[in-house]
């Protein structure tokens, strides 16, 4: 009878958090999110965005003025440039998110997992019960959270600035486009990840990073047949949406797709070299 009683007490006890998989890799994104506020990577990087989205349409504006005041014009010289389109600006303010937000975010991101196996962080953290998958998934979601949280704080400042100096751009275009450019740069954070699990120097993972994406964007670009069906397309559908919209929506369906399965297999790649390699030695 004792034990009886003993093991119904048992069976109506709430089951430990812990047990959980879901529960660990919350703790695992909270982490991390901490990780961000005490880098503060929550704040310098979003504003590199903000400062880079209000940049492009202000210096567009006062490009007349800034080439007439140089010093290196004759007397005289009238320059006469036609103001851009609003969408103009927005696309060229997406061209910037290409080179130097991409760069911004990877240098950021370079030591997700390098950094955490090289100080024995990564040791301390697998030899508890915390699977690979909730460790790589929770540092992929951290990254994901900086990265479209830093896009969209600079393209609303740009789209806000383009307003007032450019005319009103729709907004639907602004969120078509918004949403295409953060696929692209998920698919960058995956492929950061993926690196920094594979190479221990965070360094050789920013430089693989930075040249796998360069080499898939100038591979759909030169030959759009073959390759313009992967993620290398994002960033010019990007460009085309905010400045006319999307033309060939069956092609750009495809090239999300086939994005989200190179992602999905890029974080589940990390996971198993990490599973693999000696990070909990």
């Not at 929550?42 to 940049?55: D, E, H, N, S, T």
């Not at 760069?103 to 997700?112: D, I, P, R, S």
């Not at 930075?210 to 390759?227: D, E, H, N, T």
């Amino acid at each position: 009878m004792i034990s009886e009683a003993a093991e119904s007490r048992r069976l109506s006890l709430p089951q430990a958090p812990l047990s959980s998989g879901f529960y660990r890799y919350m703790v695992m994104v909270q982490k991390e999110l901490l990780e961000l506020v005490r880098s503060y990577k929550l704040l310098w990087v979003p504003l590199i965005f903000v400062l880079l989205g209000i940049m492009q349409p202000v210096s567009t504006y006062y490009m007349p003025v800034i080439l007439e005041h140089a010093g290196s014009m004759p007397e005289g010289t009238v320059i006469e440039i036609p103001k851009p389109l609003g969408t103009e600006v927005l696309a060229q303010t997406l061209q910037q998110f290409g080179t130097l937000g991409v760069l911004v975010l990877v240098l950021a991101c370079m030591g997700t997992v390098s950094g955490e196996r090289n100080s024995g962080a990564a040791s301390l953290i697998l030899v508890k019960p915390i699977s690979v998958l909730s460790y790589i998934g929770s540092k992929w979601t951290s990254m994901l959270l900086l990265a479209w949280g830093s896009l969209t704080a600079g393209y609303l400042a740009s789209w806000y600035y383009t307003g007032l100096l450019f005319g009103e751009i729709p907004f639907s275009g602004v969120l078509s486009s918004l949403l295409v450019y953060g696929l692209w740069l998920s698919f960058v954070m995956a492929i950061t990840l993926l690196f920094s699990a594979l190479l221990r120097s965070p360094a050789a993972a920013a430089f693989s990073t930075l040249g796998g994406a360069i080499v898939l964007s100038l591979l759909a670009g030169l030959f759009p047949k073959i390759f313009g069906w992967g993620p290398g397309s994002l960033s010019g559908f990007a460009y085309e949406s905010v400045a006319s919209g999307i033309a060939n929506t069956s092609r750009f369906g495809w090239v999300a797709v086939s994005s989200i399965v190179c992602m999905a297999a890029a974080v589940s790649v990390s996971a198993a070299l990490l599973r693999k390699s000696s990070a909990v030695d």
